[in-house]
């Protein structure tokens, strides 16, 4: 039902070379190297501090706001997850790839080798290092488009949705039975 809905509005959208290209200056490729605590997202007050504490102690005692350490050095010894044995490298990353908030944090660094302060995501804290930028020239402009393709479709399934929410009427009943 949905599809045949939004037919129209998505037969509109063509992404051209140059719509393609500023998408991805907006939202290029990038690579960081983290270091990592793990949290769940629903995690008690009390582990939330804990995770807090233990990232906070790496960041102050590691001296990694001076920027002058040895960062991959840094997170093999103290990260958490598949990526520390790595220094905490998770190679290139595209925009709908990592957790919306890390990838937002990284971008914000604009220059490689420029290390974040402690950022909370949805799978637990990070401080994250921005290694690389890929050049537009180095990417496939094939991936690009349908990236910012699928961008204007989410952004029609929002308008069209809504365009219903703003039309529906909720209406609730309440009984008391004895």
Do not use: C
Request: net charge positive; glycine share 4%; no cysteine.
């Amino acid at each position: 039902l949905l599809e045949r809905k939004l037919t129209k509005e998505l037969e509109k959208i063509h992404i051209t070379d140059e719509a393609a290209k500023a998408f991805y200056n907006k939202y290029p490729e990038i690579r960081t190297s983290h270091i990592f605590v793990a949290l769940s997202p629903d995690a008690p007050a009390n582990e939330q501090k804990q995770a807090y504490d233990k990232i906070k102690k790496i960041y102050d005692e590691q001296h990694i706001a001076d920027g002058k350490v040895v960062f991959s050095d840094i997170a093999q010894k103290f990260s958490e997850g598949p990526s520390a044995p790595k220094g905490g490298d998770i190679d290139y990353q595209i925009k709908n790839l990592p957790d919306p908030i890390y990838y937002e944090t990284a971008l914000k660094l604009k220059t490689p080798g420029k290390i974040s302060g402690i950022v909370r995501s949805h799978f637990g804290y990070h401080i994250i290092k921005l290694t690389a930028v890929k050049a537009w020239e180095d990417v496939d402009p094939k991936q690009v488009k349908l990236l910012a393709f699928e961008e204007e479709r989410a952004k029609a399934f929002e308008k069209y949705m809504a365009n219903l929410r703003s039309k529906g009427k909720v209406t609730a009943r309440y009984e008391l039975i004895k």
